[in-house]
C-alpha cells in the first residue's frame, strides 16, 4: 500500500538561496536515498513571515515536500531526526495524506493521521 506524506520545514531567514537550495537539495537525496520514498512534488515558497517568533526570528524560508511512499518510513523518520539536529531548520512537520484516510475520517470513522516530529531544539 502507498503511502502519501507532506514534508515542511522552515528555514533559517538569513540563509542564501543558494544555501537553502543546497540544504534542501541534501535532505531531498536523503528521502529517496533507499529508493522506498518517492518525491513527487517539492515547493519552495521563499521568505514568508511566521505566525509567531521561533527563536525570535519573525520570518523563515518554507519549503515542502510531497512524497510516496512504500513502506520507507524509516528513512523519512531519519531525515526528521536530521532536520531536528540542524541549527538551520527552525521548524518542520511531517503529515500523512492517504486518500483512504480522510475518506474515513469524513465519514467519521477514523481520525487523519498526522504526525508532528518536532521543533528544532533552541
Given at each position: 500500500m502507498t503511502r502519501t506524506y507532506e514534508l515542511v520545514f522552515i528555514a533559517d531567514?538569513?540563509?542564501?538561496?543558494?544555501?537553502?537550495?543546497?540544504?534542501?537539495?541534501?535532505?531531498g537525496e536523503m528521502l529517496v536515498a533507499d529508493g522506498k520514498i518517492r518525491i513527487t512534488q517539492?515547493?519552495?515558497?521563499?521568505?514568508?513571515?511566521?505566525?509567531?517568533?521561533?527563536?525570535?526570528?519573525?520570518?523563515?524560508?518554507?519549503?515542502i515536500y510531497y512524497l510516496e511512499s512504500d513502506g520507507g518510513d524509516n528513512s523519512l523518520a531519519e531525515v526528521g531526526q536530521r532536520m531536528l539536529q540542524n541549527e538551520r531548520i527552525l521548524r518542520h512537520l511531517v503529515v500523512r495524506t492517504d486518500r483512504d484516510l480522510k475518506r474515513a475520517a469524513s465519514k467519521g470513522k477514523a481520525p487523519v493521521q498526522s504526525t508532528v516530529l518536532a521543533e528544532a531544539a533552541s
Amino acid at each position: 500500500m502507498t503511502r502519501t506524506y507532506e514534508l515542511v520545514f522552515i528555514a533559517d531567514p538569513r540563509l542564501s538561496d543558494e544555501d537553502t537550495v543546497q540544504l534542501s537539495d541534501g535532505f531531498g537525496e536523503m528521502l529517496v536515498a533507499d529508493g522506498k520514498i518517492r518525491i513527487t512534488q517539492e515547493e519552495s515558497w521563499g521568505k514568508r513571515r511566521l505566525a509567531y517568533p521561533i527563536r525570535k526570528f519573525t520570518e523563515g524560508r518554507y519549503h515542502i515536500y510531497y512524497l510516496e511512499s512504500d513502506g520507507g518510513d524509516n528513512s523519512l523518520a531519519e531525515v526528521g531526526q536530521r532536520m531536528l539536529q540542524n541549527e538551520r531548520i527552525l521548524r518542520h512537520l511531517v503529515v500523512r495524506t492517504d486518500r483512504d484516510l480522510k475518506r474515513a475520517a469524513s465519514k467519521g470513522k477514523a481520525p487523519v493521521q498526522s504526525t508532528v516530529l518536532a521543533e528544532a531544539a533552541s
